[in-house]
């Protein structure tokens, strides 16, 4: 059993570049920044969805979709920043975007007043897993005093079991905002095997095509292998 | 309209500008120092010792070294960046923007790590002489986090340059220049706010000298403030900072450290008092924005033949214009801060009166900053922001002439 409403995707391979590694806490400045200024409009946006829920059972879609474009970003300065993936990520938490996706629901869910009203309640035993856990990972990404970043300098690969760390870190903070944001009422699970899809991609619905291309090139084939 | 009186349009409107620049350039270069006045030939090794002036010229010909590769070194590395930067596009998952600003900062990492030998160097050079305290590593990690500033900054004008650029090609320039401006503004009304000053608490009578330079100036007092410098630099150094209700003077704690005596640090203030009275800093908003028009035209320009500002490929090239262009106005800017500075220290002549204590500085500033008094011709071209030690007091004894001292 792996399912879960929110999963991560990672489809990029292991390769880095060193210079960017070297750099990537300063690349990673601007979104930073950027992600304080969307964080406090989101914030507001999350307050506004949980009234909506409470009054109607389900969170507005419009204020979801906001609120999942914000954790998606988030969830993609952090895959940059722990060397999980290797392209600077872009600023608009646009899916299909970043070879490092977090999955999540399109249309709200029915969800339980009692389990929206306690929310911020129920969230503490998730968030406290993630403090043991997850929070003292992060240090071995940490420029100088990480391994992770001596190795990815090194090697100009990150290993693939630093990789898979960060990516769980990774997916364990999705769900555990997913949940605390309202967009699933899907309790976080901290097992590395529910919710996480190595080497898949996200499956986007493709638009309608009005009209055929005339000469349509073949799409590029991801470079990543796929990796169970 | 036909083609040819479209062209004597443009030229009009061309000369109209130009005029314009002309006239606007000419009053900020004016200042109240005495167009006629002749500065003396002064014997500074007469002054500090010859064994001083030996000092001080070995100590700024070698600093003058790193200068030149400090100017050269950029243009030679962006250059190089511009002809393969767009290799890093490959780098980046973001949009046009995005990876604009990822070649930009990717630009300026690699600029900061050509120049860390030269850095490294010319700080071995600084603590040689016992003017700069950091320490090596210091340095280095402490350079290293400035980037993130850095990077801050150069995201910023990547975003407000390509963004109007995606709006109004070509002519962004128009819309991207009155944005800098604005933004050179904003910085330096805040400067006083960022910098860390401190009350000036221990030096009442400073502040009560100030007081009365002020009257005597006739401008408002300015808030007197101390900035902590002491562990990083034994350099002397004051600033007048801010606009309007942000003006300030900010004293190194390095000139406060008793190597001065008060008739001195009086002439410092009424020399920082001089810049507020003259409007000084609003002068150099006024000179900067005189010359952000035309190089943002000019980057315009030159970027086009990498598709314009509004894809990343012409980022690369975008770095290496913007600081190929600000080394070549160099010269012309340094030269009209020099001309502020000699005004402000003619202003706090006048209002101290006391051409001695002046004399006595600037003898000073030879031996605690080891500045060569009377550097070659090219130095003050490249990298005088004020008039020579030797020029400083030769003013001096010009005044004195003048006043029959």
């Known amino acids: 059993m792996n399912e879960h409403p929110i999963t991560l995707h990672v489809m990029d391979d292991l390769r880095r570049s060193r210079l960017t590694v070297f750099f990537r806490p300063l690349l990673s400045v601007p979104h930073i920044i950027w992600l304080y200024l969307w964080g406090a409009v989101a914030g507001i946006a999350v307050i506004i969805n949980w009234f909506v829920a409470l009054f109607i059972g389900r969170p507005a879609k419009s204020l979801q979709s906001f609120i999942a474009a914000y954790l998606r970003y988030v969830i993609t300065v952090g895959a940059y920043l722990l060397y999980v993936a290797n392209p600077f990520p872009g600023f608009t938490g646009e899916p299909g975007s970043y070879p490092v996706e977090l999955e999540l629901p399109t249309e709200p869910q029915k969800q339980s007043r009692w389990k929206t009203f306690f929310r911020i309640v129920l969230v503490y035993p998730a968030l406290l897993v993630a403090a043991i856990s997850i929070y003292p990972v992060v240090f071995l990404f940490f420029p100088l005093i990480g391994f992770a970043w001596w190795a990815t300098m090194i090697t100009g690969r990150t290993p693939r079991g630093f990789r898979d760390l960060g990516a769980n870190a990774l997916r364990y903070m999705g769900q555990i905002y997913g949940y605390y944001y309202l967009i699933t009422d899907t309790y976080p699970c901290s097992s590395p095997y529910v919710g996480m899809a190595l080497g898949s991609p996200v499956v986007v619905e493709a638009p309608v095509a009005v009209e055929a291309p005339v000469a349509a090139e073949e799409p590029p084939a991801p470079e990543a292998p796929a990796e169970k | ?405």
């Open chain 2, 1 to 405: 309209m036909t083609k040819s009186s479209r062209r004597l349009l443009g030229l009009l409107i061309f000369g109209a500008l130009a005029g314009c620049w002309l006239y606007a350039a000419s009053r900020l270069w004016a200042t109240s120092v005495p167009d006629d006045l002749k500065l003396p030939h002064v014997d500074v090794g007469a002054l500090v010792g010859a064994s001083e002036l030996h000092r001080a010229q070995h100590f700024s010909f070698v600093l003058d070294l790193f200068g030149l590769a400090g100017l050269l070194l950029p243009l030679i590395v962006l250059a190089l960046y511009a002809k393969w930067g767009h290799r890093f596009i490959g780098e980046s998952a973001a949009g046009p923007i995005g990876t604009g600003m990822l070649l930009a900062m990717l630009g300026i990492a690699i600029l900061w790590m050509a120049m860390l030998p030269s850095n490294v160097a010319q700080l071995w050079w600084l603590r040689r002489y016992g003017i700069v305290r950091t320490g090596y590593a210091e340095m280095v990690i402490g350079t290293w986090f400035a980037l993130g500033a850095e990077f801050l900054g150069i995201c910023l004008i990547i975003l407000i340059v390509m963004g109007f650029a995606r709006l109004l090609g070509d002519r962004w320039w128009l819309a991207g220049a009155p944005v800098f401006v604005a933004i050179g503004l904003l910085v330096t009304f805040v400067q006083p706010y960022m910098s860390g000053l401190k009350p000036l608490n221990d030096h009442p009578a400073l502040v009560q000298a100030e007081q009365r330079l002020a009257k005597r100036e006739g401008v408002k007092a300015v808030p007197l403030k101390v900035e902590d410098v002491g562990g990083l630099t034994t350099a002397p150094n004051a600033e007048a900072m801010g606009l309007g209700p942000s003006r300030r003077i900010g004293l190194w704690s390095t000139i406060l450290d008793g190597r001065f005596s008060q008739g001195e640090l009086e002439v410092v203030v009424a020399h920082e008092l001089a810049h507020h009275k003259h409007n000084d800093l609003w002068k150099g908003l006024g000179w900067y924005a005189l010359f952000v028009f035309p190089i943002a035209y000019l980057i315009a320009r030159v970027t086009r033949r990498r598709g314009g500002m509004a894809v990343p490929l012409a980022v690369p090239l975008f770095l290496f214009a913007w600081v190929g262009l600000a080394t070549a106005t160099l010269p012309i800017d340094n030269a009209f801060s020099r001309r502020l500075e000699a005004e402000a220290d003619w202003t706090a002549l006048q209002a101290t009166n006391n051409p001695q204590a002046a004399k006595a500085l600037f003898v000073s500033f030879v031996r605690t900053t080891n500045e060569n008094p009377n550097p070659p011709f090219w130095d003050p071209i490249l990298f005088g922001s004020h008039p020579t030690e030797a020029q400083r007091i030769g003013m001096v004894e010009a005044w004195q002439a003048r006043n029959g001292g």
